[in-house]
């Protein structure tokens, strides 16, 4: 039985900026782009959250909410080096350790001597020492696997610990709402309630089979879920998957291929930079391209090759213009994968 702990900094980029300047604690703020760049909401603390700011929010929207909201631009080069320090206090009790971003991580400590091998109790030691030498707040949720265990970290957000004891997991996943599963979506919550299924419990109901024949790939990961397991060890070094660039467009590009085009011309020669320095001169796995809608719903369209292909690359943004159905277009990526496809709960656009 392993002993996970998923810990999720509080706000983070907004809780440093309010750590090194106090007079912001009591104010709405957030970290993100300018509204006149078309920006978003990277984060933003819990006052702002009371006027109904969330992350990924467009930043205009996000003043209109809250015209107090105090904008900042972020300094990603300062929270990476915080991030460094949090890693630290995390080796102090395993070096089992799988980021999930700056300020994210599972911590398999089921061989740590640290507390009596509680991982309860390493969680909340955890927590204090972020507190004490960092200034800053996180939550953390502790159980047998990283699914439980990530979920658990949401239950008592901000500054929380929650615990899911292997005994207790039977029951907690009964009745867990299948919307609070890593990797379902809106679109997935929705097609799952047309069946009638809203709980862990609803799909016990059905059959390993006819979940595979209704869902697919995600009946034979939920099959799993709504028993509460997961065997996904912590991965100390996560593999690289993609490489991608991406532009937001001050205003809205019509639906015109060639105009399309010529900005894929103008993101081909980055994407062709990053991909030499982080994957070198080996195949690749597939070319994706993004487009993001005037009305922030977005497309990806992916297809299988071993390097960049142009007559590839039309015939992608061919497809990705006919999902618009005319729609402006706020934003062009494009990706290319580099790692090893796995398995992977999430089934949303």
């Given at each position: 039985?392993?002993?996970?702990?998923?810990?999720?900094?509080?706000?983070?980029?907004?809780?440093?900026?309010?750590?090194?300047n106090?007079?912001?604690?009591?104010?709405?703020?957030?970290?993100?782009?300018?509204?006149e760049?078309?920006?978003?909401?990277?984060?933003?603390?819990?006052?702002?959250?009371?006027?109904?700011?969330?992350?990924?929010?467009?930043?205009?929207?996000?003043?209109?909410?809250c015209?107090?909201?105090?904008?900042?631009?972020?300094?990603?080069?300062?929270y990476?080096?915080?991030?460094?320090?949090?890693?630290?206090?995390?080796?102090?009790?395993t070096?089992?350790?799988?980021?999930?971003?700056?300020?994210?991580?599972?911590?398999?400590?089921?061989?740590?001597?640290?507390?009596?091998?509680?991982?309860?109790?390493?969680?909340?030691?955890?927590?204090?020492?972020?507190?004490?030498?960092?200034?800053?707040?996180?939550?953390?949720?502790?159980?047998?696997?990283?699914?439980?265990?990530?979920?658990?970290?949401e239950?008592?957000?901000?500054?929380g610990?929650?615990?899911?004891?292997?005994?207790?997991?039977?029951?907690?996943?009964?009745?867990?709402?299948?919307?609070?599963i890593?990797?379902?979506?809106?679109?997935?919550?929705?097609r799952?309630?047309?069946?009638?299924?809203?709980?862990?419990?609803?799909?016990?109901?059905?059959?390993?089979?006819?979940?595979?024949?209704?869902?697919?790939?995600?009946?034979?990961?939920?099959?799993?879920?709504?028993w509460?397991?997961?065997?996904?060890?912590?991965?100390?070094?996560?593999?690289?998957?993609?490489?991608?660039?991406?532009?937001?467009?001050?205003?809205?590009?019509?639906?015109?291929?060639?105009?399309?085009?010529?900005?894929i011309?103008?993101?081909?020669?980055?994407?062709?930079?990053?991909?030499?320095r982080?994957?070198?001169?080996?195949p690749?796995?597939?070319?994706?391209?993004?487009?993001?809608?005037?009305?922030?719903?977005?497309?990806?369209?992916?297809?299988?090759?071993?390097?960049?292909?142009?007559?590839?690359?039309?015939?992608?943004l061919?497809?990705?213009?006919?999902?618009?159905?005319?729609?402006?277009?706020?934003?062009?990526g494009?990706?290319a994968?580099?790692?090893?496809?796995?398995?992977?709960?999430?089934?949303?656009l």
């Amino acid at each position: 039985m392993r002993k996970i702990i998923h810990v999720d900094m509080d706000c983070f980029y907004a809780a440093v900026e309010m750590r090194d300047n106090p007079a912001l604690c009591e104010r709405p703020i957030a970290v993100g782009g300018a509204t006149e760049r078309r920006g978003v909401i990277c984060t933003c603390n819990y006052v702002a959250r009371r006027f109904g700011v969330r992350s990924a929010m467009p930043t205009a929207l996000a003043r209109k909410l809250c015209p107090p909201l105090v904008l900042l631009p972020g300094r990603m080069s300062y929270y990476k080096e915080v991030s460094r320090q949090l890693h630290g206090i995390f080796r102090r009790y395993t070096e089992l350790i799988e980021p999930l971003s700056l300020d994210e991580a599972y911590l398999d400590v089921t061989g740590s001597p640290q507390c009596d091998g509680s991982a309860t109790l390493i969680a909340a030691e955890i927590r204090q020492t972020i507190r004490r030498e960092l200034g800053l707040t996180a939550s953390a949720g502790v159980a047998p696997n990283k699914f439980l265990a990530k979920i658990a970290s949401e239950h008592n957000k901000p500054d929380g610990q929650f615990v899911i004891a292997p005994h207790q997991v039977d029951e907690f996943v009964r009745q867990l709402p299948l919307s609070q599963i890593p990797g379902i979506g809106r679109k997935s919550a929705e097609r799952l309630a047309a069946f009638g299924l809203f709980t862990c419990e609803d799909v016990r109901a059905l059959s390993q089979e006819e979940c595979h024949r209704h869902f697919g790939k995600m009946g034979d990961v939920l099959q799993e879920r709504i028993w509460g397991r997961d065997e996904r060890p912590v991965q100390v070094s996560r593999e690289r998957k993609s490489v991608g660039v991406e532009t937001t467009y001050e205003s809205d590009l019509p639906p015109d291929e060639a105009l399309c085009w010529q900005q894929i011309e103008r993101l081909l020669p980055e994407l062709q930079r990053r991909l030499l320095r982080h994957h070198g001169e080996r195949p690749i796995g597939g070319l994706g391209l993004k487009l993001k809608f005037a009305d922030f719903q977005q497309t990806t369209v992916y297809r299988s090759c071993d390097h960049i292909q142009l007559e590839l690359l039309h015939s992608l943004l061919r497809e990705g213009l006919q999902r618009g159905a005319g729609r402006g277009i706020r934003l062009i990526g494009l990706v290319a994968g580099v790692g090893v496809r796995r398995e992977q709960l999430s089934f949303d656009l």
